[in-house]
Structure formats: C-alpha cells, structure tokens
T-cell receptor, first 114, second 114 residues
C-alpha cells in the first residue's frame, strides 16, 4: 500500500541532544513537508522541499534542520537550539501541479523532552 | 503571509443534528481550501476540498461552501454520527501556490453525543 511512514511513533529526548525524525513516502510525490502541532493549535509549517537536494524554511524553522537526498525521504532533525521541542510532528507529501495538491499525512511522531 | 481563523474551537451536537464549522482567510490569492479530520494520536486525513472556481461541493453527508468575496469557507456535516467525533482543521494554500504549502486553522473539536 502506498503511504507515508513516520518513525518512531514516540521519541524521548534529553535536553541538549539532537534527535532525528524519519519520514518516508512511496507515493512518488515530489514535495514533502514537516509540520509541528501543539495542543489547541493548528499545524505550523517547519520546512518543505519541492525537489531533491532543495528545501525551504517554513514559518517556524528555527532550531530544526532537514535534508532531501532522496525523493522518498525527508528526515527532520530537532536540534538542541530548539527551546521547546515537545510536540507532535507530522510529515506530509504532495504531487506538484495545480490539479494535484492534496496533502497526505503520516501518523506522526510525538516528541517529549525529559 | 496567509492567516486562517477557524470557529468554533469546540462544538458539541446530538447524534443526527447538523454541525457547521467556519473559517476565514486573509490572502486573496489562495485558491485551494481543504478540510482535514484528525482522530486522536493520528495524522490528519482529507475529507473534502474546494477550489476557488467553485462555490459549493458535496460528498454524501459532508459539504463545503466558499465565499471568495468575503474570504470565508464553511464545512457542513449533516446527520452527524458518533464516529464523526474528531478534530477538524480547515486550511488554505499559501499565495495561490500550486502545491500543498498550507496554512491551517486552529482546529475544532467536534463531539457527537449518542
């Protein structure tokens, strides 16, 4: 079945550590996105990538980094510079083009700082 | 940038009643307006979307209306069922972009009482 796989489902981080969240898709989608979700708030865009080896900052990129070495993969690293990293992280992907903008989401990774 | 406001934040209805959730957006260039349903601990799933060249779209018990002049769009769920209970998000694409760079509303927690 085609879809987006995020791993792990739950992640615990000690203060001062970097952690990497995995996102893989087999939908052959061109664009991939990372969103952060906090309780009582909508999803906020962290980073997005329209093509391999290229990515752009979203609205809340500080303290995060990404890479896009393969079309299928878009890992997100939460660095120690991110002051409040505890949140639910969602990865999404879309085709490019005016007729195909439906965003498909993974099941999310819940990150907790301990 | 785009700003999307969503109301109400919580909505409680009896089974069989209708539910209406409203959103406003700020960017007149936005032309794609999806609605997502999110169940606890899962990623959002698209339930219906509308493009700016259409005023209304229906899919069984779910309908979305769009008023471009007033920059608002609404989700209507008729004959609600307990399994409709979830968090619902509206979204708009940024600056009329042809891909899924979305700005989300804050979400509505819908509870349908049997």
């Amino acid at each position: 079945d085609g879809g987006i796989t995020q791993s792990p489902k739950y992640l615990f981080r000690k203060e001062g550590q970097n952690v990497t969240l995995s996102c893989e898709q087999n939908l052959n989608h061109d664009a991939m996105y990372w969103y952060r979700q906090d309780p009582g708030q909508g999803l906020r865009l962290i980073y997005y990538s329209q093509i391999v080896n290229d990515f752009q900052k979203g609205d809340i990129a500080e303290g995060y980094s990404v890479s896009r070495e393969k079309k299928e993969s878009f890992p997100l690293t939460v660095t120690s510079a991110q002051k409040n990293p505890t949140a639910f992280y969602l990865c999404a992907s879309t085709l490019m083009g005016a007729g195909s903008v439906e965003a498909f989401f993974g099941q999310g990774t819940r990150l907790t700082v301990v | 940038g785009e700003n999307v406001e969503q109301h109400p934040s919580t909505l409680s209805v009896q089974e069989g009643d209708s539910a209406v959730i409203k959103c406003t957006y700020s960017d007149s260039a936005s032309n794609y307006f999806p609605w997502y349903k999110q169940e606890l601990g899962k990623g959002p799933q698209l339930i219906i979307d509308i493009r700016s060249n259409v005023g209304e779209k229906k899919d069984q018990r779910i309908a979305v209306t769009l008023n471009k002049t007033a920059k608002h769009f609404s989700l209507h769920i008729t004959e609600t069922q307990p399994e409709d209970s979830a968090v619902y998000f509206c979204a708009a694409n940024a600056g009329g972009t042809s891909y899924g760079k979305l700005t989300f509303g804050q979400g509505t927690i819908l509870t349908v009482h049997p």
